[in-house]
């Protein structure tokens, strides 16, 4: 028995959106990720507000902007069904099953449709708001001060998703909370956790140990023998107090007794386990001659400790309560934690799960490298779509979309899971093909900021959330994914230019060979990414693809709009360059020149006095191995000898189209 599907309407961001679980292969882990504001919090603060519900009330900040014009207006003729907050829960069972808890819930008596249908549902009570507005001078604002008093809490049970719409709601049928309660237990560790640092007060330095209280009065009200030896100890200790306080205390009551002539006035032990517990103990570390209170840890480690003792906590909750269906949520696990202790979470946390029967647990996170350890079958994906958002499931959906390109897709499993797990939370992507480019790219990102400084509505680079990525000549692969998370990206290569030669193989014959040239005299390009992105046609097709080429040299192939845009190579000072390393020379010779002693990655520096070519220059003077070297001696000179570089013009209007 598990819960298939999630809806949820009229909440908050969340105006109508579906989860959908992979439990088909019995995963039950979802990691929910998406940026900053895109709903995660509010997915599970739906379910605490319901299942919660004498704890956590709802107010008129929980509904949807969009309907609170509507709420504001409300009159005899509003529908308050379509404004309704709804929760919806889709629950497969099967035969094996035990039907105890879940068949008050069964509608269809037909063997072979085992699904049930559960509503949550917050609605106005608009007779009884109406009613109380009469007399109100400022309606707006009282409704939107005191609406939690007017919303009603009711759960039903339903066949047809068309039942809870207006013209069919009376086919809903209720259901009490406590049904809800002997089916689905729900437990939730919230991101806000009240870990304490050192130089929190003395109240607050208690937290883990407080657990323990939690732990203990769990167990020992459930499982009683297994704390049998605590509890005869405390009993020992009363009966040894109860004599000690009648010789120390006899005195004291010597008067009273006398007083009201009452002769079994006395004071006895009364210890509380729970009380000895919660005020007399404490978690510590460090050897036993020289241990260190909690709070001395620091706070990373402090979190995991606190989430590994709630989570055993929960756990025994899970096993005690032995309801149908276990639903466990865990908000971002990832607070004050480094990234090492991160993957250490992930690695663990599937281990502990798996103890628990029959759990389902859905964790929230904006940490990639928790994404990185986990199953790309797990990710769903939170977008903001206009006014709402949208739950993708990745894998599935991003599959269908690489129909016939399956070693992409097979890539970008690898890729993203080990690699750039980053890209799921970035608001902006620079990919970029090599490792003088990966080098230089911070310092350019400064450049331009600086440049734009003082420009009206400019944005720093250095403050927008942007990934900047090596991949090589991978860029295409990624086309798909890029479209499916409509993320601003920019990605940076090389026109890499070659011409057609006939040549003569081993045996004899008339093969094409593609030579790598000057961009001037060439009539094709080996890069991939930019015959990918910009529709190349085939080369067969000669007239086609000349004409194809002539625009890309030109660079009138894009006109910048859409969410991607290829950044190469073009003319500038009269030479159009092939790579960035010869591009890069191009627009610096002078101060190359001039600072050629302090330049590594160089050879035949002399060259730079008589070769005026740049492409046949370049392919002098750089040695074979020295890119890394000649990007790490420029940038060396930027930022010690403030040497200032300019930027090659493909690259610099790349990061102005990226900053907008």
């Known amino acids: 028995m598990y819960i298939s599907k999630i809806q949820m309407k009229n909440f908050r961001l969340l105006k109508d959106v579906t989860l959908e679980l992979n439990n088909e292969k019995k995963k039950n882990l979802a990691l929910l990720i998406g940026r900053n504001n895109s709903g995660k919090t509010s ?23 969009k309907l609170r014009e509507r709420i504001l207006s409300i009159a005899e003729d509003t529908d308050v069904n379509e404004l309704a907050i709804k929760l919806i829960l889709t629950i497969n069972y099967t035969a094996e099953d035990s039907l105890e808890n879940i068949s008050d819930f069964i509608l269809d008596l037909d063997p072979d449709k085992k699904v049930v249908k559960i509503l949550f549902e917050c609605s106005i009570d608009k007779k009884r708001l109406l009613n109380d507005l009469t007399s109100v001078e400022n309606k707006k604002k009282y409704t939107i001060k005191n609406l939690s008093n007017y919303l009603l809490t009711d759960i039903y049970v339903f066949d047809d998703d068309k039942d809870y719409e207006s013209a069919n709601r009376s086919k809903l049928i209720r259901k009490d909370f406590k049904l809800i309660q002997n089916l689905i237990n729900f437990q939730v560790i919230h991101a806000k956790r009240d870990v304490a640092s050192s130089e929190s007060s003395s109240q607050d330095k208690k937290v883990l140990s407080s657990l ?51 002769e079994n006035i006395k004071v006895v032990s009364d210890l509380q386990s729970k009380e000895i517990i919660s005020n007399f103990s404490k978690i510590v570390y460090g050897s036993e001659d020289n241990f260190l209170p909690e709070h001395l840890n620091g706070l990373g480690f402090m979190n995991i400790l606190y989430l590994l003792l709630k989570l055993e906590i929960k756990k025994n909750y899970f096993k005690s309560d032995k309801r149908d269906i276990n639903l466990l949520f865990i908000e971002e696990p990832e607070a004050h934690t480094h990234p090492q202790m991160q993957y250490i979470f992930a690695n663990k946390i599937k281990n502990i799960l798996e103890e628990i029967e029959g759990l389902q647990t859905i964790i929230t996170t904006h940490s990639s490298h928790i994404v990185s350890q986990c199953d790309f079958e797990d990710i769903r994906y939170f977008k903001t779509h206009t006014d709402n958002i949208i739950i993708k499931n990745f894998y599935s959906d991003l599959k269908e979309k690489y129909a016939g390109e399956e070693d992409y897709f097979k890539f970008i499993k690898q890729y993203l899971t080990i690699n750039s797990s980053e890209l799921f939370f970035a608001k902006k992507i620079i990919f970029i093909e090599g490792t003088s480019e990966k080098l230089l790219m911070p310092y350019f990102l400064k450049i331009i900021d600086n440049e734009n400084s003082g420009a009206e509505s400019y944005v720093k680079l250095s403050s927008q959330n942007i990934s900047i990525l090596e991949v090589g000549a991978n860029a295409k692969a990624f086309n798909h994914f890029l479209e499916f998370l409509e993320i601003k990206t920019l990605i940076i290569t090389d026109i890499d230019a070659t011409k057609d030669e006939i040549k003569k193989n081993d045996k004899g014959k ?26 190349a046609p085939k080369r067969k ?90 990007a790490s001696s420029v940038l060396f000179m930027a930022l010690s000898k403030e040497v200032n570089w300019e930027i090659p013009s493909y690259i610099k209007e790349g990061l102005k189209w990226i900053a907008q």
Do not use: P
């Not at 190579?569 to 010869?582: H, L, M, P, V």
């Open 510 to 535: 008339d093969v094409v060979v593609y030579k790598a040239c000057e961009v001037a005299t060439s009539n094709n390009t080996s890069n991939y990414t930019l015959k990918y992105f910009l529709n």
């Open 541 to 630: 097709n000669e007239d086609e693809f000349n004409e194809w080429f002539s625009k890309l040299k030109e660079n009138t192939l894009q006109d910048g709009e859409g969410t991607i845009k290829l950044a190469y190579q073009t003319a500038e000072k009269g030479y159009q360059a092939r790579s960035f390393e010869d591009a890069f020379i191009n627009v610096n010779i002078d101060i190359i020149k001039t600072n050629r002693s302090e330049i590594n990655g160089l050879k035949k520096k002399s060259t730079l006095d008589s070769d005026t070519n740049i492409y046949s220059l370049t392919k002098t003077i750089l040695k074979e191995d020295g890119k890394s070297d000649f």
């Open 43 to 65: 997915f599970i603060m739906l379910f605490d507000k319901f299942f919660r519900n004498s704890h956590v009330k709802f107010t008129y900040d929980d509904f949807s902007i």
């Open 212 to 262: 323990t209280t939690q732990y203990f009065n769990k167990e020992n009200k459930s499982n009683s023998e297994e704390f049998n030896e605590i509890n005869e100890s405390i009993t020992q200790m009363d009966a040894t107090l109860d004599a000690k306080y009648m010789t120390y205390f006899d005195e004291f009551l010597k008067n009273s007794k006398e007083f009201l002539n009452i």
